[in-house]
């Protein structure tokens, strides 16, 4: 990156498509009991995975696909194909916790899979991954921004919109609403989370009298609490990046050794710790040492050493609905990139897109499809460069293709309507 940010690699790649599911060098599953799996303990549970490839192979994310497995739960997939008890608990549900933020009975099936697809199978030449030396907003979002106004861009801070405004003449958005202040300008991408834009919405009659925004209303979203930790002593973590179960039975949560991480910890005597918990809502209202408490009493019970350490130091960062609950059924509610009004688009990681890409990797990608919209919408500028997802390797689009050709011939059975899908 051109402002000097440097990343650490966490992971290398993994040699078949079930090791590359369920293992990684720098990341653990760990369980409520504190014993980590790299999966070797599994054996035999590990083989009633293999019928839910042929799922990720079916969910080939398309509208027709999501369709089918939306109304699903998680849970009921894993169920359904076979897969046991022991690996979809200590595996595939703190994963689903992790990775969508809730409980398997409570997530999608189809997410889950879409989640699945894009960590077992378009990623399979890079399925480590990368963590940034030190913190984000300092090493890469500040340079970048400071970056943008270089070029003439104008940010204006401690701003939250309230409503949007409705030019009826031309049916297009004129303006965004700040509290006192009004902006006008000729585009608008909202690039918010679910609950800012629903309470946009609400706050804007000309927005919610259109379904697809008054749709927005049928989603919900989770909380999520980030619990920074220095420790005063030096602990061996053996991964930098761990995902857990055990929370409770309804959140998830994970933790990364910022020690080996950052930059400025390596050489220090300390250990520090970022634990992030997902589905929060029962944390929420304790205060900052409540929270810590709870934090610590987790890392213990992962790994035995924080027991003799003390907290010299905490930071906790509360994020009440910032998380979009994929809860089964969702699917048609969710927004696209581009609205009924053709000036306002949207971009994040929670909208339906095509790419097949996942998580911060989509959220920057549907930045970028909603940029080319505003340059298509003026019909001047230059297009950004989207780089597409590894194609499939042969014998998966093979299979793929057999499944395609397989659901055809199912749909053109009499009476195949009939009956519910």
């Given at each position: 990156?051109?402002?000097?940010?440097?990343?650490?690699?966490?992971?290398?790649?993994?040699?078949?498509?079930?090791?590359?599911?369920?293992?990684?060098?720098?990341?653990?599953?760990?369980?409520?009991?504190?014993?980590?799996?790299?999966?070797?303990?599994?054996?035999?549970?590990?083989?009633?995975?293999?019928?839910?490839?042929?799922?990720?192979?079916?969910?080939?994310?398309?509208?027709?696909?999501?369709?089918?497995?939306?109304?699903?739960?998680?849970?009921?997939?894993?169920?359904?194909?076979?897969?046991?008890?022991?690996?979809?608990?200590?595996?595939?549900?703190?994963?689903?916790?992790?990775?969508?933020?809730?409980?398997?009975?409570?997530?999608?099936?189809?997410?889950?899979?879409?989640?699945?697809?894009?960590?077992?199978?378009?990623?399979?030449?890079?399925?480590?991954?990368?963590?940034?030396?030190?913190?984000?907003?300092?090493?890469?979002?500040?340079?970048?921004?400071?970056?943008?106004?270089?070029?003439?861009?104008?940010?204006?801070?401690?701003?939250?919109?309230?409503?949007?405004?409705?030019?009826?003449?031309?049916?297009?958005?004129?303006?965004?609403?700040?509290?006192?202040?009004?902006?006008?300008?000729?585009?608008?991408?909202?690039?918010?989370?679910?609950?800012?834009?629903?309470?946009?919405?609400?706050?804007?009659?000309?927005?919610?009298?259109?379904?697809?925004?008054?749709?927005?209303?049928?989603?919900?979203?989770?909380?999520?609490?980030?619990?920074?930790?220095?420790?005063?002593?030096?602990?061996?973590?053996?991964?930098?990046?761990?995902?857990?179960?055990?929370?409770?039975?309804?959140?998830?949560?994970?933790?990364?050794?910022?020690?080996?991480?950052?930059?400025?910890?390596?050489?220090?005597?300390?250990?520090?710790?970022?634990?992030?918990?997902?589905?929060?809502?029962?944390?929420?209202?304790?205060?900052?040492?409540?929270?810590?408490?709870?934090?610590?009493?987790?890392?213990?019970?992962?790994?035995?050493?924080?027991e003799g350490a003390s907290v010299i130091q905490k930071s906790v960062r509360r994020s009440p609905k910032s998380v979009i609950n994929f809860l089964p059924?969702?699917?048609?509610?969710?927004?696209?990139?581009?609205?009924?009004?053709?000036?306002?688009?949207?971009?994040?990681?929670?909208?339906?897109?095509?790419?097949?890409?996942?998580?911060?990797?989509?959220?920057?990608?549907?930045?970028?499809?909603?940029?080319?919209?505003?340059?298509?919408?003026?019909?001047?500028?230059?297009?950004?460069?989207?780089?597409?997802?590894?194609?499939?390797?042969?014998?998966?689009?093979?299979?793929?293709?057999?499944?395609?050709?397989?659901?055809?011939?199912?749909?053109?059975?009499?009476?195949?309507?009939?009956?519910?899908?």
């Amino acid at each position: 990156m051109s402002w000097g940010s440097r990343l650490s690699r966490a992971g290398i790649e993994q040699p078949t498509i079930l090791q590359r599911a369920f293992q990684s060098n720098s990341l653990y599953f760990i369980t409520s009991h504190g014993y980590q799996l790299p999966l070797e303990s599994l054996h035999i549970q590990r083989l009633t995975s293999i019928p839910v490839i042929a799922a990720v192979i079916d969910f080939d994310n398309t509208d027709t696909a999501w369709r089918k497995y939306d109304a699903m739960t998680a849970r009921e997939l894993f169920k359904m194909y076979g897969c046991s008890q022991r690996l979809y608990k200590e595996v595939f549900e703190p994963a689903i916790q992790a990775a969508l933020f809730a409980p398997g009975e409570q997530c999608s099936a189809a997410a889950t899979l879409g989640m699945l697809y894009y960590y077992m199978l378009s990623h399979q030449e890079n399925s480590d991954f990368l963590l940034c030396c030190g913190e984000v907003e300092e090493k890469i979002l500040s340079p970048w921004l400071q970056l943008l106004e270089m070029e003439g861009l104008k940010f204006v801070a401690n701003k939250v919109p309230s409503s949007m405004t409705i030019d009826t003449d031309s049916g297009c958005i004129s303006a965004i609403v700040c509290g006192d202040d009004v902006y006008k300008a000729d585009a608008f991408v909202s690039a918010t989370g679910l609950s800012s834009l629903q309470s946009i919405v609400k706050n804007s009659p000309s927005l919610w009298s259109h379904r697809e925004f008054a749709n927005l209303l049928h989603l919900s979203a989770v909380d999520v609490i980030s619990v920074k930790l220095w420790f005063d002593k030096k602990i061996t973590i053996p991964k930098v990046a761990n995902v857990c179960s055990g929370f409770d039975d309804s959140s998830g949560w994970t933790f990364f050794d910022l020690t080996s991480i950052y930059d400025d910890y390596y050489e220090e005597s300390i250990t520090v710790v970022e634990a992030e918990f997902y589905n929060a809502s029962q944390l929420i209202p304790l205060d900052d040492d409540d929270i810590v408490s709870e934090a610590s009493l987790h890392l213990i019970k992962c790994i035995q050493d924080f027991e003799g350490a003390s907290v010299i130091q905490k930071s906790v960062r509360r994020s009440p609905k910032s998380v979009i609950n994929f809860l089964p059924g969702s699917y048609k509610y969710t927004p696209r990139g581009s609205t009924s009004f053709p000036n306002l688009f949207i971009a994040g990681d929670w909208i339906v897109n095509r790419h097949g890409s996942f998580s911060k990797e989509k959220a920057y990608v549907t930045g970028l499809e909603a940029a080319n919209r505003v340059v298509d919408y003026f019909g001047t500028g230059d297009f950004a460069k989207i780089i597409a997802v590894e194609g499939d390797e042969p014998y998966i689009e093979t299979l793929r293709n057999l499944s395609r050709r397989a659901n055809e011939l199912k749909s053109q059975i009499p009476f195949s309507e009939f009956f519910l899908q």
